[in-house]
């Protein structure tokens, strides 16, 4: 998906669920992170995502209520006022390495990650639904809905957003033994009531935004990335990551750095959200 409505995965680590904690975390960052290695082009036959639209406005001063077990429908863009907490998300994944880069971080240092994969997208995230089913089973990865083939909702009918994303809930349960609900993220962040109304029918009562970006729906340089990430990553942040171009994969020790300096835990949306 693109900065404008890309769900993500969000990172987190060192929640009640996961034995890894932030030390021991910090300390398998320093093994072999440098093996993931950037320079993988778009597969023949898969077209990007189209060009973002700006990143929707956020009010930091706004707390975030834990959601109901149903209800009305919550747009969410941020976590709530005095968390250490982030959530880093990573959208899309039609770059079969990037999503290798991803999968292969998590497996290896334990950081808590959600993702927002399309199922137009199989063939990069299926091969890693073996590694990823434990993750999900432990609640270090969780996996959110952002739509089968990552199109503008505002342009569907009814029945046309409700097959989106049930089809996509369906591949995501075969695929990874989980359910996404009742998370969504409407492509490049375009919604309005009407579709949230019509997702919440479904189960998606939480339309989830972001109000931090490394910026990279579309291809951009390792050191732009970072600029990013020095601007956004800060308490309460949910950070909005794409698995499509490679500037990310030779920067996951420098973003785990930054994350350790600033003294913020890295968390699902579930955990930021104190989500039941």
């Given at each position: 998906?693109?900065?404008?409505?890309?769900?993500?995965?969000?990172?987190?680590?060192?929640?009640?669920?996961?034995?890894?904690?932030?030390?021991?975390?910090?300390?398998?960052?320093?093994?072999?992170?440098?093996?993931?290695?950037?320079?993988?082009?778009?597969?023949?036959?898969?077209?990007?995502?189209?060009?973002?639209?700006?990143?929707?406005?956020?009010?930091?001063?706004?707390?975030?209520?834990?959601?109901?077990?149903?209800?009305?429908?919550?747009?969410?863009?941020?976590?709530?006022?005095?968390?250490?907490?982030?959530?880093?998300?990573?959208?899309?994944?039609?770059?079969?390495?990037?999503?290798?880069?991803?999968?292969?971080?998590?497996?290896?240092?334990?950081?808590?990650?959600?993702?927002g994969p399309n199922?137009?997208?199989?063939?990069?995230?299926?091969?890693?639904?073996?590694?990823?089913?434990?993750?999900?089973?432990r609640r270090q990865?969780?996996?959110?809905?952002?739509?089968?083939?990552?199109?503008?909702?505002?342009?569907?009918?009814?029945?046309?957003?409700?097959?989106?994303?049930?089809?996509?809930?369906?591949?995501?349960?075969?695929?990874?033994?989980?359910?996404?609900?009742?998370?969504?993220?409407?492509?490049?962040?375009?919604h309005n009531e009407?579709?949230?109304?019509?997702?919440?029918?479904?189960?998606?009562?939480?339309?989830?935004?972001?109000?931090?970006?490394?910026?990279?729906?579309?291809?951009?340089?390792?050191?732009?990335?970072?600029?990013?990430?020095?601007?956004?990553?800060?308490?309460?942040?949910?950070?909005?990551?794409?698995?499509?171009?490679?500037?990310?994969?030779?920067?996951?020790?420098?973003?785990?750095?930054?994350?350790?300096?600033?003294?913020?835990?890295?968390?699902?949306?579930?955990?930021?959200?104190?989500?039941?």
């Amino acid at each position: 998906m693109t900065e404008a409505g890309s769900a993500a995965i969000v990172v987190g680590m060192g929640g009640i669920h996961d034995p890894v904690d932030r030390r021991t975390f910090f300390g398998l960052l320093a093994i072999g992170l440098a093996s993931v290695v950037a320079g993988c082009a778009n597969p023949a036959g898969n077209q990007p995502p189209q060009t973002p639209a700006a990143a929707p406005p956020h009010n930091w001063d706004t707390p975030v209520p834990p959601a109901p077990e149903g209800g009305p429908t919550r747009v969410l863009s941020h976590g709530p006022p005095g968390t250490d907490k982030i959530a880093l998300t990573v959208d899309d994944g039609y770059n079969d390495m990037v999503v290798t880069g991803y999968v292969d971080f998590a497996v290896r240092t334990g950081i808590h990650l959600t993702f927002g994969p399309n199922g137009t997208y199989a063939h990069a995230w299926a091969p890693h639904a073996d590694q990823l089913r434990p993750l999900v089973e432990r609640r270090q990865v969780q996996i959110i809905n952002h739509t089968f083939s990552h199109l503008d909702l505002r342009r569907m009918t009814d029945a046309q957003i409700r097959a989106e994303l049930e089809r996509n809930e369906d591949w995501v349960t075969r695929t990874f033994r989980t359910s996404t609900k009742p998370y969504y993220r409407p492509p490049f962040g375009f919604h309005n009531e009407h579709i949230d109304g019509v997702a919440n029918e479904i189960g998606y009562r939480n339309t989830v935004l972001w109000n931090g970006t490394y910026g990279d729906s579309e291809p951009i340089t390792p050191a732009y990335l970072m600029t990013q990430a020095r601007k956004y990553l800060r308490p309460g942040t949910i950070m909005l990551g794409h698995a499509n171009h490679p500037a990310i994969l030779g920067l996951f020790d420098q973003i785990t750095e930054l994350i350790r300096q600033r003294n913020l835990t890295p968390a699902t949306l579930n955990e930021l959200l104190a989500t039941p």
